[in-house]
């Protein structure tokens, strides 16, 4: 059973781990790669995502400035468009809670003012996916070790 109008993944936990990790290895290839930064809230969040072998740009909210002042100097840092591949210039992966809905849609609408192209892929596949598991960033650190085989296999095959 699951609750109206709730999203849910595949029930089988390695089948979501999987999907998980494919969408992860996908992102910290573009941060890589394309050195696209992902936007996360807090200092937990970007070191989870180190455990997971991001190793670009991680950028966090929450550093005592305003939305709109990280919205600024985001935009003077990276652009409207990314350099490399002319697609999204960062992911915006705020926690899949209710306070995380709420920071993510507000952070979308000022970047897209100012024009600056935006990924939420991996955020919506990690919602899906993990929602049993967790709904904050940081507890990907928790479950590196369940994921990363999945993302290494990922990163062999392409």
């Given at each position: ?83 490399n591949d002319g697609g999204a ?25 100012f024009d600056i192209k935006v ?39 392409s």
């Amino acid at each position: 059973m699951h609750s109206k109008g709730r999203i849910r993944g595949p029930s089988d936990p390695n089948k979501r781990f999987m999907i998980a990790s494919q969408s992860i290895a996908e992102e910290r290839q573009r941060n890589r790669e394309f050195n696209r930064p992902v936007l996360v809230e807090g200092k937990r969040d970007k070191i989870a995502l180190e455990s997971l072998g991001f190793t670009g740009k991680v950028e966090v909210l929450n550093r005592g400035w305003s939305i709109e002042k990280v919205v600024t100097y985001l935009f003077e840092t990276y652009g409207t468009r990314n350099q490399n591949d002319g697609g999204a210039v960062m992911s915006v992966l705020m926690d899949w809670d209710r306070t995380g809905g709420r920071l993510q849609r507000k952070i979308i609408g000022l970047l897209e003012s100012f024009d600056i192209k935006v990924s939420q892929d991996t955020r919506k596949v990690l919602m899906k996916t993990l929602k049993p598991e967790t709904r904050v960033v940081e507890s990907l650190k928790g479950l590196s070790h369940a994921l990363l085989p999945y993302i290494e296999d990922y990163d062999q095959q392409s």
